[in-house]
């Protein structure tokens, strides 16, 4: 009865999401809890995908590690990726185990990379929508999980990916009001400007640009400015 309280409460918790922020908010706590230090939810990507920055939904893993891990190309032949295309089961993953038979310089790369975040160890968890998308979540730390918390683990990650489909597809069909400076702000960040230079050019505070670029990010649903800037421009709300 505890158990099925605990999971009922889940359920309560997952289907209250109204943004992609709140989802994150709720990941980065739970992450903490569990002593673990990342998590992701991505998109599975197609076998010809090479880049994991394009398949990431949300995720807490550092922009630089998004960037140095796409840049040597390490999702391609990526083990983890092979083995959820495969399979829809949940598994542990130690990184140095994982990629024992990945040949070249990558299994070194990928081995000091993931140790370098504190992500040696963790899960992997493939799910899928209502609409049959596929994903998964990995939460990533210094350790391993048990059954029961796989099991636990792999309830929420179905939860919150249909979730999150469910937001992006609310989002597509519901148009997004920003202000003349969240605008403004956006576009100049898009080309590259500092919040310093932001600031001077539209005669505010930097504080107060760093206000209206998280109202923005907030509004899209993302959790840092890059995002932001990336998915207004995809979305035409800002060019450049």
């Known amino acids: 009865m505890k158990l099925e309280a605990e999971f009922n409460r889940i359920e309560e918790v997952a289907a209250g999401f109204n943004t992609h922020y709140e989802v994150f908010k709720y990941m980065k706590g739970l992450t903490q809890d569990l002593a673990m230090n990342a998590f992701l939810f991505m998109s599975l990507p197609t076998v010809d995908s090479v880049e994991i920055g394009a398949t990431k939904i949300i995720t807490n893993w550092p922009a630089e590690m998004v960037d140095y891990y796409d840049a040597h190309n390490l999702m391609i032949d990526s083990p983890v990726i092979r083995r959820m295309l495969r399979s829809t089961s949940p598994f542990n993953y130690d990184v140095e185990a994982i990629n024992t038979d990945r040949g070249g310089d990558k299994k070194s790369t990928v081995i000091e990379l993931f140790h370098r975040y504190g992500m040696e160890k963790g899960a992997y968890f493939p799910v899928h929508d209502a609409a049959g998308g596929r994903g998964a979540m990995s939460i990533s730390g210094p350790r391993n999980f048990s059954m029961i918390e796989m099991a636990k683990l792999l309830f929420i990650a179905t939860l919150i990916y249909d979730r999150l489909s469910q ?54 649903g993302c959790t840092t400015r890059t995002q932001a800037v990336v998915s207004a421009l995809r979305l035409n709300i800002i060019r450049v």
């Open 167 to 220: 937001l992006t597809l609310n989002e597509k069909h519901k148009p997004i009001e920003f202000t003349r400076s969240e605008l403004d702000c956006l576009r100049l960040s898009a080309g590259g400007r500092k919040g310093a230079e932001i600031a001077q050019l539209l005669d505010l505070t930097e504080n107060a640009v760093n206000n209206h670029i998280g109202s923005a990010i907030r509004k899209l």
